[in-house]
Each structure stands twice: as C-alpha cells, then as structure tokens.
C-alpha cells in the first residue's frame, strides 16, 4: 500500500479537471487492473482507444513520488487514468495484485539467460535494438591492457566527421530559415547542437575522455566556422560557453603528455582570440590540470582564502570547480569531492555526497548546524529520500523552510519544498508538521486543492481558526505580485464569499476575464450585487466597442450577455432595453457588432 495516499494528495497533483474525471473513471469501473512490483504500482485503464492506457506509479517509504501514463495528455499534472489508478489502490486495496520486481526477476539469472532474453525482446520489437545500441555507446571502449594483463583486439577508431557535417548542417539550416524569413524559433538550433555535446558526454560518462575530447573539438572547429553568421541573426549565443565548459571537463579527464599539451594550448588560444575570450574556461583547465599547488590545497582540504577565486574571472573560477566535481564524483574520488564542495560553499554538493557514501548521521549533524537554503535543502532532503532515510530527509526539509528570509524574498515564491515537505510528513504520520509546511505552500502558492488538503488533515477543532489564516492571507495579498486570482476565486467560491471573490476580480484586466465570467455568473446565480456586475461589465464591453477592434467584439458581446442576465435578475428589463437601444444608435453601423449583440435585445 502507498503510505499516506489520500484523495486530497491526488488532487493536488491532478491537472485541471483531472481529478474530477478521474474519480468519474474509477466509479465506472475503467479501472481494468492493478499489480505491484516493488515499489512500482501498473495499472490498465480503459480509455478512448481500444487499447487501454498503461499507467505506472512509483512510491516509496515517504509517499507517492511519480506517475506515467501512455495516454497523450501534456497539460501539466497527473491524467484522468493516473488519477482512476491511484483511487482503486486508495478505495480497493484488496485487488492490488503483488509480483516479483524486475530486479528480483533478473537476479537469479545466468548470463546466458540473460543474452537470450535481449536478443528475444528484439525480435519481438526491432526497436529495442536501436536503445541498446544507444545505451551501450558509452560502454564500447579499450580496456586498459595494463590493468587487464590481457590484450584485446584493436575498436575502430572514433570517425569525427558526422559530426563535423551535423554542425554544418545544423548551422546552414539556421541561418537559410532566417534569410528567406521561413518561421524558426531561435533556441532550436541550440538545442540540436546541444544534442551532439552530448553524444561526447556518454563518453566522458564510459571512461573515454579521449574521444570525447575529439568530438568536442570537431563541433568547435565546425561551428566557429560558421559562427559570424549565426551571430548576426542571434543565433547560439549561449552555445560557445557550453562548448568551453565541455571541452574543460575533457581536458581534466585526459592524461596527457609533454608534446600534447603546448598543441592543445595554442588551439585553444586561437579560439578564444576568435571569440573575445570565449574559453577561458578550457584554457585554465588545461593551465592547471590537477597538479597546480593552488588544486592540491583544494583537494586536501588545506585551502586559502585566495585559492578560491581568479582575481581576472570569478565567474570562469567557479564553473571550473564545478566541473571538477563532476569529474571527482564520476571518477569516485569522494575525500577529494567533500574537501573541494565544502571549501567552495558548495553546502548541497557537499551534504548530498554525504549521503552517497552512506553518511547519513552526519548528513544530518551538519545539515541541521548550518543555514540552508531552500534548493539546498530540497536538494539534500531529496537525496536523504533516495537513500532510503525519510525522516532524515524531513527534518532537513523542516529545517530549510525554517529560513523565512529566503521565503520573503521577492521571486522566492517557489513552494515546491514546502508541498514537498508537507506530503512527506503526512506519509510519515507527522500531521503537525504536515500542516506547517502545507500552510507554507498554501500562502506561496495558494490553491482549492491545498486549501482542501489543509482541511482534511487539520483536526474538526482546529480548522475554524487555520482556515481563518488562510482567508485573510488571501485577503492581505489581493491585487499584489503573490495574488493568484484564479486559485483565490476558487477558494472564496468554495467558501461561498462572493463579496471577496468580487473584491478580488473588480480591478483585475481583461487577461482575467475567465475568472471575472466565473465570479459574475455566480453573482447572478445568487442574485447578489448584481450592481456590481451591470457597473463592472458595461464599461469592459464599451471600451472594445468604443475602440473598433472587430475582433474583439465578441468578447464585448460576452460582458454584455452578463449585463443584461443581471438587468433580468434584478427586475431591470426596461433598463437593459434602454440601453440596448443607446449602444445601436451609437454603434449600428458596426454590423460584425450588431449580429453579435441582436440575440440579446
């Protein structure tokens, strides 16, 4: 069973109107089956296709952690199926059917067994073949004879020229779109560059810095070829710095000899001429290697102040420490990864390798002994969760959002670690701190869904006064950078409050206008303030009649649909009529207009 499943987690993580149909799914028996493999949940849903719709679920001691559907939903949240699922294992746990997990499947098996079963999974489907071949790139390289004592038959060498004639062509197809004006968007060529990079990365990945480096500098000397004219149509700007953070991890992963060295210096040099300083980065890399006594103090944990900064770049200075984290971390040098991260300030680096090596007590001594803030805390708490160590993870998790600075902090509106931290104690039956935390996510990120998870895990004689705090939270921050105004209206609405649904959406612009639909209809649905929808929409609707866009006139057509429902519901026919004929004495020669508005004379 999923530790604290509820309906109210579900819907905080369904999309809009995800939940609704979801629960709509399950009470109509769409929920076809439902197996248990370790800590993965699969699921069939009958949908709209013949087939049904797989759905899986991974959970762990803290709580639900993911949810994947094959349906083609991509509006953000879970799926209606995700949610149909997730209520069958909550309503009728007793159908959840357990079987072995894939790892307790593959263990008992000898490696003839396991061969036979790839080679039938090919048959059955020609394109698993294509993702081992891609999976295994990275492992096809020359084992060291040395170290192996015995010799292995010669790999072909690396061929960089598809890589060469990628760029190019990546490049050239850039810069024909923008010349003949053919809709591009700027960051795609980017992006496909990117994709070659990290063709170079599964190198860097398999032990094979050698031909990594060839195929980083194959995509430089391609690209700064064609470099001027992407730069006259802004094109790749940000590319040559991942091309020089590339290259510098490379070249601290390859051994290197004394002719080797000066050629790759002069390279380099020529390109950072070429581009005004573009691979300051790879240049001190190469510089210092691991052998500079500047590096050493580092690695040892004897440091000075002034070994962690480049006076001339700052900036170059910490990108090269991070990438020799992950060259320490890739190549297991953990004692040389701890002194490094905590002598840059790198707190997160730090405490989550820590975790890595085991270390959770201290993880946790020391985490809890400094000022974390919240991507560092969340960062840590998560990999505390990964490591199977919950409760160490939420108290870290507790102890970043205690830090309120960084909460009050303008643009620190990101909740994610106080959700995060609130389902987690929930799981682990903390309701106290479940509650803290999910009051924090609420008032930074307010929502129906989080107002009614509060509701249910407060106790009956405790919620009169925490829904009272979550009400004029929601009041004190109307019209201000942290209002939401669809989540707020849907909190009043639920509470019945139209005054404070109405306070919140009177100011508000036409960008709003669902949510001012929303809050009118309800009013005259109720019949209160209709003054206030009559005042609030006649002046919408005769500003866009006023300015002669014709194609806004529908949505003129649509604020007075709401003013003449509220004349009607408050007894003001003869007034809506009067005015009807005002607005066609004055716009009848607007005919687009007038067919919109004759259904409602």
Known sequence: MIPGLSEANIRKQAGEGSFERGRDYYSNGAVLSLTQRGQVIHSEVAGSEYEPYRVWINFDKGGLRSGECSCPYDWGGWCKHIVAALLACLHEPETLVERPSLADMLAPLEREQLQELVHRL?????????????????????????????????????????????????????????????????????????ELL???????????????????????????????????????????????????????????????????RQRLLNWDNDTDGGFAVALAALDEGWKAPRVKRLLSGKAKLEDLEDEDDPDSSNDLILIR????????????????????????????????????DQTLQEGLGQSLGLHE?????????????????????LHGLQQTEALDQPGARNNELAAWTSELAEALGKTPEAIQ???AAFKHDPSLNGYLRLQELSVEADWPDLKAELLQHLRSTRG??????????????????????????????????DVIHRVMDTTIARCHRLDWVIE??????????????????????????????????????GQWRKYYAEVSAKHGRKYKLMGLLKPLA
Request: hydrophobic share 35%.
């Open 437 to 439: 935390s999910g009051t």
């Open 480 to 513: 201000s950078w942290q209002a939401d105004v669809k989540n707020t209206v849907d909190v009043f609405l639920h509470e019945d409050l139209l005054d404070d649904a109405i306070a919140t959406v009177s100011a508000e612009s036409y960008y709003h206008r």
């Open 377 to 397: 805390a969340q960062a840590v708490a998560k990999a505390l969760r990964e490591h199977d160590a919950p409760e160490s993870a939420l108290a870290i998790a």
């Open 122 to 194: 090919v048959q059955d489907d020609p394109e698993v073949l294509e993702t081992v071949d891609l999976e295994t790139t990275s492992w096809r390289t020359v084992p060291d004879e040395e170290d192996s004592g015995v010799a292995t038959k010669p790999r072909p060498a690396l061929d960089p020229e598809p890589f060469r004639r990628q760029v190019q062509h990546i490049c050239r197809e850039a810069i024909s779109a923008c010349e003949y004006g053919d809709d591009w968007e700027e960051d795609h060529a980017s992006d496909r560059l990117r």
């Open 325 to 360: 984290l992950r060259i320490l971390e890739r190549q297991e040098r953990f004692e040389e990864y701890l002194h490094l991260s905590r002598t840059a300030g790198h707190r997160a680096f730090y405490l989550c390798m820590l975790v890595r090596m085991g270390k959770v």
């Open 198 to 264: 990290e063709q170079g990365g599964k190198f860097l990945a398999g032990d094979a810095p050698e031909k990594a480096l060839l195929i980083f500098q194959t995509i430089t000397e391609a690209y700064l070829l064609e470099m001027d004219d992407l730069t006259d149509y802004g094109l790749t700007e940000e590319f040559t710095c991942e091309l020089d953070e590339c290259l510098a991890e490379a070249l601290l992963s390859v051994e290197w000899s004394e002719t080797e060295r000066p050629q790759w």
């Open 536 to 573: 609030n929409a006649r002046p919408r609707a005769e500003e866009i009649m006023d300015s002669g866009k014709a194609q806004l006139y529908h949505h003129a057509a649509n604020w007075l649909r709401r003013v003449r429902s509220a004349y009607k519901a408050s007894g003001g026919m």
